[in-house]
């Protein structure tokens, strides 16, 4: 490779929507081909038709296109791809899928598929980074028995949370107040998690209460050089998913910043990470912080990070899969505040029902600082098959008031018709009193979604 060449001629982006997108145009950014694929739904995505190549992969059903890792892999030799970007869901955390990339010559631009299934096994990583020194919450370190949980939770008290051991996005989570709900609580886990996973085995957490969720994101090259990006607030979440994001956490100070960054710099040279990842960690009121889990991939709300520290994180991922060195390490520059609103094609006021359906018009907002990262437009159907995001609005100012105001302003502008949005959500959320002063928690929509119009059903 000569200064100047591109770090891979083509690149298959193994994945569909807004994040599908995102890759697509980093890619042409730095001179390579973009080879997307698709299942029959998705044949008139914006993704698609961004794309140098595309190659369908099967019908809508995402167990029969996205999660057929023969088929993905087929797409990507056939067109003559030398990398596949898997964005994230879908295969993005699969070590059998980093593997089958491996056996066919293809680039995985992510970590070894040997750091992925250890971390993916989340009693494993606890170990793991116990052993690096990262504070963990209280409980059980492996699969656990019903016998086994509830001798944990009279060590830990209660409350706690039964958490599957593989998988994510709450599913098998289960929060239990008292020993009477145990039982009932273990079996509806441990069936969901088998459900979703194939692998019902869960493990017991102490439920920290009120927590924070804050999270690392992490850069780290092959040679082991590691570089933090600061940290990311992520506590506004229903069903355990995020919906507004921000950075920095106005929660932090300078101090316990530095001791969650310098933790999770430890953990990548003491598991041998590579490329990008986030650390997710809860934060107890006494600021005192504890491991969650490690996702070895893009996260969604990534760009809050982009926009605070000017790095493009995507970018930086195809540079370190091509074997290129970080050009810094340590800890990234940061400037001012940025917040990430994500956009579901969801009812809120119908416990944020999934609403596909065709949008109508899809107006972004244009103001300074800016960033609608999006893959829907005028006419755009949106399936029933896939994860509801459409859009995500991010924006950037100099201090956090600067950063809420810029924010209402450009959701105020964002015009969605068609299908119901999360966009009033988000403007509720933004105008609470809690929100306002930074002082909210995991628990924020449980004990506060009554009292906003957007999630009540109460008209403005």
């Not at 140098?52 to 059903?61: F, L, Y």
């Not at 167990?63 to 898997?86: D, F, K, N, Q």
């Not at 609403?355 to 907002?365: L, Q």
């Amino acid at each position: 490779m000569t200064p100047g060449d591109p770090l891979f001629s083509r690149v298959l982006v193994a994945n569909r929507g807004e994040v599908a997108v995102r890759v697509i145009r980093a890619l042409h950014e730095l001179g390579i081909e973009a080879v997307a694929v698709h299942s029959t739904a998705d044949a008139d995505s914006m993704h698609v038709r961004l794309a140098d190549r595309a190659v369908c992969i099967g019908p809508p059903p995402a167990a029969e296109s996205y999660l057929r890792i023969p088929s993905v892999v087929a797409a990507a030799e056939t067109t003559g791809c030398e990398a596949v970007h898997p964005g994230w869901g879908f295969l993005a955390e699969n070590p059998a899928f980093v593997t089958a990339c491996e056996e066919n010559d293809l680039v995985f631009v992510g970590p070894p598929a040997d750091v992925m299934a250890r971390m993916g096994d989340k009693t494993h990583a606890k170990a793991e980074l116990a052993a690096a020194g990262v504070p963990l919450v209280p409980g059980t370190e492996r699969a656990t028995s019903l016998d086994e949980s509830r001798r944990a939770a009279a060590d830990v008290g209660y409350p706690i949370l039964l958490k599957a051991c593989a998988g994510g996005g709450g599913k098998g989570m289960r929060l239990v107040r008292d020993p009477e709900e145990l039982e009932d609580a273990y079996a509806s886990a441990t069936n969901e998690a088998q459900a979703a996973f194939g692998d019902g085995t869960v493990y017991v957490e102490k439920a920290v209460k009120p927590a924070k969720h804050v999270e690392i994101q992490v850069l780290c090259d092959a040679s082991g050089n590691v570089l933090t990006l600061g940290e990311r607030e992520c506590s506004i979440q229903r069903r355990h998913q995020k919906l507004v994001e921000e950075s920095p956490s106005p929660a932090l100070d300078a101090e316990t910043r530095e001791a969650m960054e310098a933790a999770a710099e430890e953990a990548c040279r003491a598991i041998g990470y590579v490329n990008a990842g986030t650390f997710e960690f809860l934060l107890g009121p006494d600021r005192s912080f504890y491991f969650i889990e490690l996702n070895c991939r893009l996260q969604v709300e990534h760009p809050v990070s982009e926009l605070c520290t000017g790095i493009d994180i995507v970018r930086e991922q195809l540079r370190i899969a091509a074997g290129e060195p970080l050009t810094a390490t340590g800890r990234a520059e940061r400037r001012g505040h940025a917040i990430e609103l994500r956009i579901n094609a969801e009812d809120p006021s119908r416990g944020f029902l999934p609403a596909p359906g065709r949008i109508e018009r899809f107006r972004p907002p244009l103001g300074p600082f800016d960033r609608v990262d999006t893959c829907v437009e005028d006419g755009t159907v949106v399936p029933p098959y896939y994860d509801s995001l459409i859009a995500k609005v991010i924006v950037w100012d100099t201090d956090r008031p600067a950063t809420i105001s810029r924010a209402l302003r450009a959701l105020g502008e964002l015009e969605v018709r068609g299908v119901p949005t999360t966009r009033e959500a988000a403007i509720d959320i933004l105008r609470s009193e809690q929100f306002q002063r930074g002082d909210y928690s995991t628990t924020f929509l449980d004990e506060e979604g009554a009292l906003l119009p957007a999630l009540s059903g109460a008209a403005r």
